[in-house]
């Protein structure tokens, strides 16, 4: 098993803990929104994705098992950045989240370069770092003096 990096941020505001984790897509905006919307590209990397709500081809938002998330893509040199944001309840969910959207996203990556998909259990070992990001900026898990 490989060790994969992670990449993401959960970051604390007033609703409470929201995961980003972004990704810099090699094609343009259009070709990228295609593999969001195109339902036999989406098959390919996240076949659960239900879409609600899209600004073609900037914004979309949807559910993915049970889970409420936002893309958001900007056409940048070198192709499209992609934005996920997923709120989370837990330190918990932090930990699950965190490094199943940093494997769907290189899964999606993998797909639009033809390059081989990642293997989903190298990104287990993120688990901790995106749960020390969650207790991080809630001070109820901080120790005691």
Same mark, same amino acid.
């Not at 989406?42 to 098992?65: A, I």
């Not at 989370?88 to 033809?114: C, F, H, I, N, Q």
């Given at each position: 098993?490989?060790?994969? @990096?992670?990449? #993401? ?6 609703? #409470?803990?929201?995961?980003?984790v972004?990704? +810099?897509?090699?094609?343009?905006? &259009?070709?990228?929104? $295609? ?10 990397? +996240?076949p659960?994705? =239900?879409? *609600?709500? %899209? ?5 979309? &938002?949807?559910? =993915?098992? !049970? $889970? ?5 893509? =900007? *056409? =940048?040199? #070198? #192709?499209?950045?992609? %934005? +996920?944001? @997923? ?16 494997? +769907?996203? !290189? ?9 081989p998909?990642?293997?989903? /259990?190298?990104?287990? &070992? /993120? /688990? ?18």
């Amino acid at each position: 098993m490989l060790a994969i @990096q992670a990449t #993401g941020r959960v970051v604390r505001d007033a609703h #409470g803990l929201e995961l980003y984790v972004t990704r +810099l897509v090699p094609v343009s905006a &259009t070709e990228t929104w $295609a593999w969001f919307m195109t339902p036999a590209k989406v098959k390919k990397w +996240l076949p659960s994705l =239900v879409v *609600d709500d %899209f600004s073609e081809p900037t914004r979309l &938002t949807g559910v =993915v098992d !049970d $889970a409420r998330i936002t893309f958001s893509f =900007v *056409d =940048v040199d #070198g #192709g499209t950045r992609v %934005f +996920l944001s @997923q709120r989370l309840s837990t330190t918990r969910e932090a930990g699950t989240a965190g490094p199943k959207w940093e494997y +769907l996203l !290189d899964s999606l990556l993998a797909r639009v370069s033809g390059t081989p998909t990642p293997v989903e /259990q190298d990104y287990a &070992t /993120q /688990q901790p770092y995106y749960e020390r990001l969650a207790m991080d900026g809630d001070p109820s898990f901080w120790p005691t003096r």
